[in-house]
């Protein structure tokens, strides 16, 4: 099939997606392809954030908590990422950060699973998930422990001592994607509850929790929902556990009663008891405006054109820059890949150097992979070629050999 | 000494911090003793924003991590905060909510004194600090208990088993302030570490941490330092305790090096290894235009300022209110009060719902105590003449028996 440049203006021409790409202010002269880092801005995010600054918090004060909804807010836009990823109403709370949110939902699903000791993940799972896992084994004092083994080692690991299996349906390095069914019902057979983290997932692939049984998940707003900097995280709970599960972070605004405020606790009836402290009102509001902005794209669509441009960009990259030494890191085949493709190569810290230099964003993961999110709401395939040319341009004048580049890859 | 309009006028043309109250976006028509709870806007906040959301968020994308130092700002909003209770350089860091705070700074301290078993608190405390010692304590298994005795009986209570006392400098409800030289002495005399919540006292009244050799503490952004609502929270360690204190939310930003992207958590060194998810950069922007704000005033001026608009306020609630059943609930004497004045009443949620529509908004904590916040940048002492006047007409008017407001108050 024909990847010229008038052939891929002609898909964009076609492209159901299109209009959305005007929603968000782009750069100039930039084309970005880390969204699945920090996603784009939303042009509606600046209107929203200054009613809510200047009228909601200037104007109406206190007052906001409840005239302005401040209150209902982690409820609401909660509601919103359920419907994105396949769980129902009151089943996801917006708060805290992804890592927060782990330890919530980890430690929820041990206190279901009293009898067993083990959180099992996977060894290269992103840190975070490791990490909290790793303080909630070392606060336990020996009654719980973490363990991570290879991927693919999962499912034979599981057995009677593991209580919850962590794991994050799109690999942030690979773009990789778990089967997320096949992995849970293998866990619940073998006992144990899932915890999913969707910080790649949500917003890129279509995600159905619920139709897969999944127990808890958590995510971040940042990425693929364009929530903004820092945005507020998620956490998604299945509502059979909703009143056996007790939170550890036991918060004011997880209370049944927040404001009787009586010196015990009480968990809130339904996800509110997995609220901990007050809700980041400003990141809120941003991250709903992405959030507003993916709930009007059709998941099947996103995720059509997201596979397209992952095909396009691993064929234009074998045509243009076959023989400048990329390995592919993401897998080729479509279902077992996110909307992210990875090249690992030896220079790969100077060539992305190089390449921002130039005005195309992608990341850099040590060792030495380069990552390109491919982001459908406002990538277009036109700029696949675009991307391929100037990573091609960069390899053909060993622009990685710049010198500020290899003192920079030295101390990565 | 005289009470009236012109003489308080005279105050306030005298007054060293009146340029302040130009620098916040007050609502007109309304008279805001609320911002013990949420404090006021500071008008370069919404010019701030709109920086962080158009130009690095918008244009700088991914860069601006590094470009507009988004990862450093917890840092330096923290250095900025500590110069204002009393700590150093590298010893104060922005992150999460302040439950998770408690919760991070309640496990390091329990991490140092391993051997000891009991959380101390004092019943009525902020309930976020008491919920949070018990999530700690159901989740330890029996390991750690939490334990909460009358303020009075705190220093009676610490012995060989207490390894934390958790203690709110100046009390939500009444605005009592505990002396946190005196308390953390006898905490450490009795061989335990002290965790302050400095919520209601940072911004309000002169902290010194270092002074009183406090150890760990927590406190809130959108209270008395103006950061906008759910601003980002706080948390000090002494430098002392950075080497030795392990934090239990292990995430990957506080990791001793977060892009290496290691399997295993190792803490970063100094106050970073109390990070833990990625900085909320919106509520960080704006409560970095509070804290600047905060950092121009000075804290005697401020303090006498804060005291005599209490005394001045006790003292016309007495000559104009006197009959009307209200009773001081704050400490009269000086030393003992932090920023607020409350007053306990049968009616009071029934006066506070008829202030509110009259514009003169404080807030109301059940049972029956109304709470006044006294926030020297931004008000003046003839606005206390103002505020017992109104609460004066809607006494003499009966305006709470409204049935409405007996309505709200059963379901309170």
Known sequence: MSRDRAALEALDREDPLRGFRQRFALPEGVLYLDGNSLGALPRAAMARLERTVVEEWGEGLITSWLAADWMEAP????????????????????????????????????????????????TGNFPTDLYMMQGIAAFSGGRVRAEAVAGDAVLGRLGEDVAVLLLTQVHYKTGAV???????RAAHAAGALVVWDLSHSAGAIPVDLNGAGADFAVGCGYKFLNGGPGAPAYLFAAQRHHGAAVPVLSGWLGHAEPFAFEDGYRPADGIARFLCGTPPVLGMAALECGVDLMAEADMGALRDKSLRLGRIFMELMETHCGEFGFTLVSPREDARRGSQVSFAHPQG????????????????????????????????????????????????????????????????
């Not at 778990?178 to 849970?184: S, Y």
């Not at 036109?382 to 100037?390: C, F, H, R, S």
């Open 349 to 412: 810290y100077g060539i992305m150097q190089a390449l921002k230099e130039r005005g195309v964003i992608g990341d850099f993961r040590a060792p030495d992979v380069l990552r390109f999110g491919l982001t459908p709401l406002y990538l277009r395939y036109a700029d696949m070629l675009e991307a391929v040319l100037q990573i091609r341009a960069v390899c053909e004048t060993r622009a990685w050999y710049d010198p500020r580049w290899k003192v920079r890859a030295a101390v990565t």
């Open 178 to 184: 778990h089967d997320m069914a096949e992995m849970t």
């Open 75 to 122: 409820r609401r836009v909660g509601d919103k990422i359920a419907a994105l990823i396949g769980a129902g109403p009151g089943e996801v709370i917006v708060a805290d950060s992804t890592s927060v949110n782990v330890f919530k939902a980890v430690t929820a699903a041990l206190s279901l699973r009293p009898e067993r000791s083990v959180i099992l993940s996977e």
